[in-house]
C-alpha cells in the first residue's frame, strides 16, 4: 500500500466519479470499487495537501463498524476479493488497505446527521432559536453539552464544493417518503447509540455523526459510504471533555480549527496546510484507530 494517495490511477477499470475524498471505478452491474484516497475535505473545499494514511485509516475503521453493525443494517460490502478484481499486483500495490469492493446500490438524496452532543451548527441554531433542525431543545443548554437524548437532522447532499444544507424530518420525508424516512431516522439513532457506548468504554466522545444509505432493487435499505470515522464524525477526548468549551478533537476538526485562523472565504481552492499540522492531523487519525478498534497502522 502507498503512504500517500492524493488520486487513485486504475487503468483495468472504468473511473466512475472522483468525490471529495473517495474515487470509484465500475467493476461490473452488480460492483463498485470505492478507493479512498488521503484527500481532506473541510467546509466542502478539498484541500491541495493529503494526510498521509488517512485513507487506510478511514477504511479500517469503517470496516470495523460494519462488521459491528450488520446484526442492525445489511452493509453494502461484497464477497468478492480486491485480488479477483484487480488481479494486477501493481495496481493491487496502489490501493490496497484502502479500497473496498461494494454492492451496487441507489444512494440516497439526503444525510443522516445524528447528534449526541451541541456543537458546530446546530450550536448555532439553538443559539438563534433554541431549536436544532426544527427539533425544539430544552433552554439553557451550553456548548458541547451532552443532548438529553439523541437527534436525527438530516441534510442533503451538495456536489463537490458546494455546502450540505440542513433540512427537517418534514423535508427528509418529501425527498425519500416518509416509509423510507422513518426507517432511515430508526436505524441512524440506534447505530449511533450502540456505537457512542462503545466508544465511550474507550475514551472517545462521539458527538454527532453522518450516516448513508441506499436502496436495492427490493426497496431494502442498506448502510453505504463510511461509517463513525474521523472524517463523517466528530470524535472527542473523553479525558479533556469539558462543557462549555469546544473539545480538542481526534478528527479532521482539528483541521477546521486552524482553518478558522486563516483569511480565506471557504471556497476553492482551499489553502496549504503547514507541515507540522499535516503531521499532527495524521497522527490523531491513527490514534482515533487505536483507541476504537486496538489496531495500529505504522506511521507513514
Known amino acids: 500500500m502507498q503512504d500517500i494517495l492524493y488520486e487513485s490511477d486504475l487503468r483495468s ?22 478507493v479512498t484516497s488521503d484527500r481532506l475535505s473541510a467546509f466542502d473545499v478539498v484541500l491541495p495537501d493529503p494526510i498521509p494514511g488517512k485513507g487506510a485509516v478511514l477504511t479500517a475503521v469503517s470496516n470495523f463498524w460494519f462488521e459491528r453493525t450488520r446484526g442492525l443494517v445489511p452493509n453494502h460490502l461484497a464477497d468478492l476479493s480486491l485480488t479477483e478484481v484487480l488481479p494486477d499486483a501493481s495496481e493491487r500495490a496502489q490501493v490496497e488497505g484502502r479500497a473496498i469492493v461494494v454492492r451496487k446500490l441507489r444512494a440516497l438524496p439526503v444525510e443522516a446527521i445524528v447528534r449526541g452532543y451541541l456543537i458546530g451548527s446546530g450550536w448555532k441554531d439553538y443559539q438563534a432559536n433554541g431549536a436544532v433542525c426544527g427539533i425544539a431543545l430544552p433552554p439553557g ?4 453539552e451532552r443532548l438529553p437524548e439523541a437527534i436525527f437532522t438530516p441534510s442533503t447532499k451538495a456536489a463537490a464544493g458546494a455546502h450540505d444544507e440542513n433540512i427537517d424530518f418534514a423535508q427528509a420525508q418529501d425527498l425519500l417518503g416518509a416509509d423510507v424516512a422513518a426507517r432511515m431516522r430508526e436505524l441512524s439513532l440506534r447505530i449511533y447509540n450502540e456505537a457512542a457506548a462503545f466508544a465511550r468504554e474507550r475514551g472517545i466522545l462521539i458527538a454527532d455523526t453522518k450516516f448513508e444509505f441506499g436502496l436495492d432493487d427490493s426497496g431494502q435499505l442498506w448502510l453505504i ?4 470515522t474521523p472524517d463523517s464524525s466528530r470524535f472527542w477526548p473523553q479525558d479533556d471533555y ?5 473539545p480538542p478533537s481526534f478528527d479532521k476538526q ?4 486552524y482553518l478558522e485562523t ?13 507541515p507540522e499540522i499535516i503531521a499532527r ?9 487505536k483507541r476504537l478498534t486496538g489496531q495500529d497502522l505504522p506511521a507513514p
Open 13 to 34: 477499470l472504468p473511473l466512475l466519479a472522483r468525490g471529495k475524498v473517495r474515487d470509484i471505478y465500475g467493476i461490473d452491474d452488480a460492483h463498485l470499487l470505492i
Open 141 to 144: 443548554l451550553r456548548l458541547a
Open 225 to 228: 459510504d463510511e461509517v463513525l
Open 242 to 246: 469539558r462543557v462549555g468549551v469546544s
Open 254 to 257: 482539528f483541521v477546521r480549527d
Open 262 to 274: 486563516l483569511d480565506w472565504d471557504k471556497t476553492s481552492p482551499g489553502p496549504a496546510l503547514p
Open 281 to 289: 492531523t495524521a497522527q490523531k487519525y491513527r490514534e482515533a484507530l
